[in-house]
RNA sequence: GGCGACGUGGCCGAGUGGCUAGGCACGGCUCUGCAAAAGCUGGUACAGCGGUUCGAGUCCGCUCGUCGCCUCCA
């Protein structure tokens, strides 16, 4: 069976067949780098490393971009007394806006890094692509769909609706009510001819401190130039797949799409893929009523909506039990049955790389078939429009052959050896390259393992240091170490280190 | 107000008009020194009303309810 997916441009499922065969470019919209990254926007990211996993192990070749936005995200009445959200927290914290950028695009990094979900091909930032941008502003308005007032340049979506009519295919909406709607809350916004139109280039007040020359003002891009611009530099005017939340439709999705064809009168993208909200209780998550929860209080048990802590690895399998065009509702009980049914998982990949099978059958039988079937389906599931719940229900199916295998309740001479081997495959494949999920054992060697080779440096770097008679520096390392409970020990032959209680 | 989505057994959550989704929780049984794990097994769900159909959780209409977008949001 090909692989399907849900296209939100035609509101179908269509058959993917990439632009390129074998190659597959993929775009999806990352975080705007002002706040700690929130659990919604690390669903999002988890669904598309799914689907960027999947592809890979389809056997695509995949570029996948994801983009750090760093400028001209605005808060606030949009295009006048509006302020980029970075500056603000800057101003705010008295730091340069590149110090939050970097503040929390760390720990952004960090994040992903914790939930298994692989780099990008490329991660472009908006104010690196400065260049870009204005000369896209200049194609625009070189094409007639932009027009400057006092410095700043705005989107004409009348006239492009009127010579392209495609405004509104993507969010289903009608620019004539949009512009209808939007004069009832016209305030400060005389610059602009129409209501829908959108700032692309923004002439900087005095006190805005993220700001760059250009033909027109001294000031900054739009927000939704950026993915239009540094998409169309490393995939190309056209690419396959454009991904993002659910409320990136609009109007950050149909101002790009209207970007794209108004500078080079192509549409970005062939597919484009929306992923749903991460519900608690029943609502989107929202920090002012305080119905929110951060990774970190999952990971610590530290909130009153959860019982104890869990592990990203938790979170991860629990956000891949639902398919990621549905929303998701957290709830504790949810993230238990989650860590219950994860375990198992894990499991039944342990005892598939423990046993050790003799005698197989020599042809077919009924319960080779019916894991040949249950494998069979798992694909079928990831292949129609990446549905991970079914793919896990299916490999649970087939967890239960597993244990019978294992508990000698079915005998390996019922099934055949490339039976076994699928089987085998199967979950090695799907639990840890699709899925991305790691045993937290695993995890935990891994930790162990990086501190040992960190242990060797400092221990060497010391030694050095004390052969020169350096005193300061290595009492200095010892002191430091002890404070997080390693010992350091020292004789004739070396030193060595333990760990204290 | 406009656009859209959704309402599935105690909870989460799949579902292409006809065949047991799955996970968790709960009950019974098997195994077991105890426990856990595992296996077997049980409750017989699709918001309500009407329609289409041989047949609807799945299509259509209405009602009720929830949610999202329409301003920044993954």
Not at 374 to 383: K, N, S, V, Y
Request: some cysteine; proline content about 3%.
């Amino acid at each position: 069976m090909a692989l399907k997916v849900y296209n939100s441009l035609t509101r179908r499922k269509e058959e993917f067949r990439p632009l390129h065969e074998g190659r597959v470019g993929m775009y999806v919209c990352g975080p705007t780098v002002y706040s700690d990254v929130h659990l919604g926007n690390i669903r999002t990211f988890v669904s598309f490393d799914v689907i960027y996993r999947y592809l890979l192990h389809l056997g695509y070749k995949v570029r996948y971009v994801r983009n750090i936005t760093d400028v001209g995200h605005l808060e606030g009445d949009a295009d006048t007394d509006a302020e980029d959200k970075i500056s603000k927290r800057a101003r705010l914290e008295q730091l340069e806006p590149m110090e939050i950028v970097q503040r929390y695009m760390n720990g952004f990094h960090e994040m992903m890094h914790r939930f298994n979900n692989l780099d990008p091909n490329i991660e472009p930032r908006a104010t690196g692509h400065i260049i870009e941008q204005i000369q896209m502003v200049q194609d625009i308005l070189d094409n007639g769909y932009a027009y400057v007032v006092n410095g700043s340049v705005y989107f004409d979506t009348k006239k492009f609706q009127d010579e392209k009519g495609v405004y509104g295919q993507l969010s289903g909406r009608n620019l004539e009510e949009l512009m209808q709607e939007s004069r009832d809350n016209l305030k400060n916004q005389q610059e602009k001819r129409h209501p829908a139109d959108f700032a692309i280039w923004i002439k900087a007040a005095p006190e805005h401190l993220m700001r760059w020359p250009s033909p027109w003002s001294v000031g900054f891009p739009g927000w939704h130039l950026e993915c239009s611009t540094m998409s169309t530099k490393y995939l190309g005017h056209t690419f396959d797949i454009h991904g993002g939340g659910n409320d990136l439709k609009f109007p950050h999705h149909e101002n790009e799409i209207a970007q794209n064809i108004g500078a080079c009168g192509q549409a970005p993208a062939k597919y484009w893929l929306h992923a749903n909200m991460l519900l608690m209780n029943g609502k989107k998550m929202s920090k002012s009523d305080g119905n929110t929860i951060t990774a970190r209080q999952l990971f610590t048990g530290d909130s009153p909506h959860i019982s104890k802590p869990y592990s990203a690895m938790v979170i991860r399998y629990f956000m891949l039990m639902a398919h990621y065009r549905s929303t998701l509702d957290i709830s504790d009980r949810a993230l238990q049955a989650a860590e219950k049914g994860y375990q198992k998982m894990m499991n039944y990949l342990r005892l598939l790389d423990e046993m050790q099978p003799a005698q197989f059958a020599a042809e077919a039988t009924p319960a080779g078939e019916a894991i040949r079937r249950l494998i069979r389906e798992t694909h079928e599931g990831m292949d129609d429009d990446f549905n991970t719940a079914v793919a896990i229900a299916k490999m649970h199916e087939l967890g239960s052959y597993i244990n019978k295998l294992h508990a000698r309740q079915l005998d390996f001479s019922q099934i055949t050896a490339e039976t076994w081997d699928e089987l085998k495959t199967l979950f090695r494949a799907f639990i840890g390259d699709v899925f991305g999920l790691r045993s937290e054992q695993e995890q935990a060697d891994r930790d162990e393992q990086a501190l040992e080779t960190l242990m060797d440096i400092i221990l060497q770097l010391r030694q050095k240091a004390r052969a020169q008679k350096d005193w300061e520096t290595s009492d200095k390392i010892r002191d430091a170490l002890a404070k997080i409970n390693i010992r350091i020990k020292d004789s004739k032959d070396g030193s060595t280190w333990e760990r204290i209680a």
